[in-house]
């Protein structure tokens, strides 16, 4: 069944009056597509989501060369016992310590920040502070000490 030029002609008339309603129907919207404007900047920047790993993971490529552990809890918490081979840096003292590491740490190739354990938030953000000073690589493990010691690996003092 062929269709005339005349019903042709309707389709196509009628596909250009909805693609023009649809258009004008976002241009006024309150939340439009960014069709035919640019979307608006937002206020704050877009919140950096880091790779997460287990303790597994933090057992075999921790102390490997290229890598390094950052503890993010404070001073005396790191005192009291830390994941062997990790590097002081509390989320609380970054501002002071990190002018005096940040040589060290930008030779890394690899971070790996940990905290107290999935309820503190100190290794990501300690994390997103890292990231604005234009380091890159970095892993978060959320399980931090307290998984840590629960699966009963060795702490040093």
């Known amino acids: 069944m062929l269709l005339g030029k005349k019903h042709l002609w309707q389709m ?9 309603l649809g258009l004008a129907v976002n241009f006024f919207s309150a939340a439009p597509l960014p069709l035919l404007r640019p ?10 989501v ?9 057992e ?5 060369p290229g890598s390094l552990l950052l503890d993010a809890r404070a001073a005396a918490a790191y005192r009291a016992g830390h994941i062997a081979g990790a590097l002081s840096l509390p989320l ?3 501002a002071a310590r990190f002018p005096e590491l940040a040589p060290r740490l930008r030779r ?6 940990y905290c107290s354990g999935p309820s503190c ?37």
């Open 12 to 20: 196509a008339a009628m596909a250009a009056a909805s693609l023009a």
């Open 39 to 48: 979307l608006e900047r937002s206020q704050g920047a877009a919140p950096v």
């Open 50 to 58: 880091f790779g997460e790993v287990d303790a597994d993971f933090i």
């Open 60 to 64: 075999q490529m921790g102390g490997a």
């Open 92 to 94: 609380g003292e970054f």
């Open 108 to 113: 890394v190739k690899l971070l790996f920040v």
């Open 121 to 157: 938030n100190d290794a990501r953000d300690l994390a997103g502070r890292l990231w604005g000073q234009g380091l890159k690589s970095i892993l978060v493990y959320t399980g931090g000490m307290e998984d840590w010691t629960g699966r009963g690996h060795a702490v040093e003092k």
